[in-house]
């Protein structure tokens, strides 16, 4: 099942990449992928970049659009296109003359960014020496807002706070407001809270203020919810014990790839993740590669479902093999029934819903590609050569 999908996905790419060339004259990338991935002062790159790496420093210019994953991503130098970007802590000090879309635990914006600015997380901080010169879009639990923002702000948080200019209207969800005697609005500020808001003596809005209070629902039924999630549970866990019984060589290889290649994995499952869509679009279109991208697109959508079974059975395959040989495939459906259901828990501590959920994704789907490729290889060494 997962060996046709991912076929079928990696052939797709390719026709729908290939169909973006003709209708694109210029497409061109830079992947860099490894523990520290540096781009130096100086340093120009004249195409987009694809990073995965643990800690990641720009320092040089990056002439296109960057699409980076890692633990620590930091950019100082000047990005003359579009960021995409998750990791736990991700650093803007340099200049993005396009949008960017930031996903992490910490970020922490202290230069421009020209376009707009989508952040989650969960404390996000706009420093005073930075700038949005859009749109501002975020949900997180903390928020700061230090710098000014030419566009409006639409968001939610636990805690918000305001001490600068804003060129448009606010639209927030917040548990706690806190509008700065320092704050400039243009327009309109409406915020949904059962606190009221604390405005500062001195906070200049030039439209109104509305406060809107969260209308009482009727608690539901929780076994609803709790009976949901078993059933998607054991739901993915079939389709995951079919996956093991129908193809476990290719299941071994792919818990095998995650444990023995997670850099290049990561890489593989970031092109993937990021590419696909990009190429769907640009065949879109051409019209004529229309049904080429819904297809691809289809695959696309089975493949981030499978990659949760990949990292259940990479993380019961790691712990069982610790102490006893995987061999069977009894076993291997232990190993996938305990990694999964270990992944199904960290999936319920707060905060970390999110960042889990795109490592799992980036993880699985390179690790998918990559055994592929690997299992492909070996059937090629293992044919007799002719003459």
């Known amino acids: 099942m997962s060996k046709h999908i991912f076929k079928g996905l990696a052939v797709l790419l390719i026709v729908m990449l290939g169909t973006a060339f003709a209708a694109v004259p210029v497409l061109a990338a830079d992947l860099r992928s490894g523990d520290t991935v540096t781009i130096a002062s100086g340093e120009v790159i004249n195409d987009d970049l694809y990073i995965a790496a643990a800690n990641t420093i720009i320092d040089g210019t990056v002439n296109g659009d960057i699409f980076g994953v890692g633990t620590t991503i930091t950019i100082n130098g000047i ?8 990791g736990q802590t991700l650093t803007v000090n340099g200049r993005i003359t396009h949008g960017a879309r930031l996903a992490g635990m910490n970020i922490n914006v202290n230069g421009n960014i020209d376009g707009d600015l989508l952040a989650a997380g969960t404390t996000v ?69 059962k606190n009221e808001a604390n405005i500062q003596l001195g906070a200049q809005i030039g439209g109104k203020t509305t406060h809107k209070v969260p209308e009482v629902r009727e608690p539901v039924v929780p076994t609803l919810g709790i009976w949901g999630k078993v059933i998607s549970f054991l739901m993915t866990l079939l389709a995951g014990i079919v996956v093991v019984l129908v193809a476990p060589r290719r299941a071994v290889a792919v818990a095998a790839s995650i444990r023995y ?31 080429v991208a819904l297809i691809g697109l289809t695959l696309y959508g089975i493949g981030i479902y499978i990659s949760q079974i990949a990292i259940g059975l990479f993380i019961g395959y790691w712990i069982i093999s610790s102490f006893s040989k995987v061999e069977s495939r009894g076993v291997l459906v232990g190993a996938l029934a305990l990694g999964f259901a270990i992944l199904t828990l960290l999936k319920l501590i707060p905060y970390i819903g999110f960042p889990l959920w795109l490592a799992t994704v980036l993880f699985g789907l390179g690790a998918m590609a990559l055994s592929e490729k690997t299992l492909r290889a070996e059937v090629q060494q293992a044919a007799p050569s002719s003459f």
């Open 79 to 86: 990005v003359n296109g579009g960021v995409s970007i998750a």
């Open 125 to 193: 901080n706009v420093a005073s020496t930075a700038r949005i010169g859009g749109d501002f879009l975020f949900g997180a639990s903390t928020v700061r807002i230090d710098g000014p923002v030419e566009g409006y702000i639409k968001g939610g948080g636990s805690e918000v706070i305001l001490t600068n200019g804003v060129g448009g209207d606010i639209e927030l969800e917040a548990d706690k407001l806190t509008i700065a005697s320092t704050a400039n609005i243009q327009g309109n500020l409406t915020y949904t809270s």
């Open 261 to 291: 290649k997670p850099w290049v994995s990561l890489g593989w499952g970031a092109i993937i993740l990021f590419a696909t869509p990009v190429a769907a679009i640009i065949t879109l279109i051409t019209v004529v590669g229309v049904p």
